[in-house]
């Protein structure tokens, strides 16, 4: 019994040092409890109102809105991506949704939409859905998260759409190691799209 108790409040302790909004997964936890342990300790945090459950085995530590008095949503991102954590998938964000996360859209997706190497899945919650697209392994497992977003980003516009402006939005979104980075992975990605790249990782001057 001891050991329960102790494992719940191990529990709730990193959950509640963390950021409201943080989304948390059974496994999250492996290094302070068992699998059976950590489930039943987030469904008495759930009931207790300290999480709340957001899909099956994933819980969220929500964020609360003083001024609307109510909480607020779960991040679909960040569900994706604890999503990810849990089944071990390897994702980016593609079409809608990476061009939103760029800020290259203000447009919030209908549907959260990445690719993965994992299998076709697709979940909603509330009024929210999140899809997984399966896709290759060259154009996610070999390159960075912001490099793969970017890639992602530009075959969601479509070569001809892609305008001066967008480079610039990217070009100043970027940090210098992150340029650097891109430029040396995105070798490999489609033709037009590392044109766009280089373009975007020339210089520092715009």
């Known amino acids: 019994m001891m050991k329960r108790v102790t494992s719940l409040k191990t529990i709730e302790e990193r959950i509640i040092s963390s950021s409201t909004g943080t989304i948390f997964i059974t496994s999250d936890f492996a290094d302070l409890a068992s699998s059976d342990a950590a489930n039943r ?84 919650f509330g009024k929210t859905t999140v899809k997984f697209k399966k896709t290759t392994n060259r154009e996610i497992s070999k390159l960075s998260y912001k490099t793969a977003l970017v890639v992602q980003a530009f075959k969601a516009l479509e070569k001809d759409n892609v305008t001066d402006a967008v480079l610039i939005k990217l070009k100043r979104g970027l940090t210098k190691a992150e340029k650097k980075k891109m430029s040396e992975e995105a070798k490999t990605v489609t033709s037009w799209v590392y044109e766009y790249i280089k373009k975007i990782c020339r210089s520092d001057e715009t």
């Open 41 to 124: 300790a987030l469904l008495r945090l759930e009931r207790n109102g300290v999480v709340r459950r957001v899909l099956f085995g994933v819980y969220e530590y929500p964020e609360f809105n003083k001024f609307l008095n109510e909480h607020i949503a779960p991040s679909p991102d960040k569900v994706a991506h604890a999503l990810a954590r849990k089944f071990g998938w390897t994702i980016v964000p593609c079409g809608d949704t990476a061009l939103n996360l760029l800020g290259l859209s203000t447009q919030v997706p209908a549907v959260w939409s990445y690719v993965s190497d994992g299998t076709y899945k697709e979940y909603t």
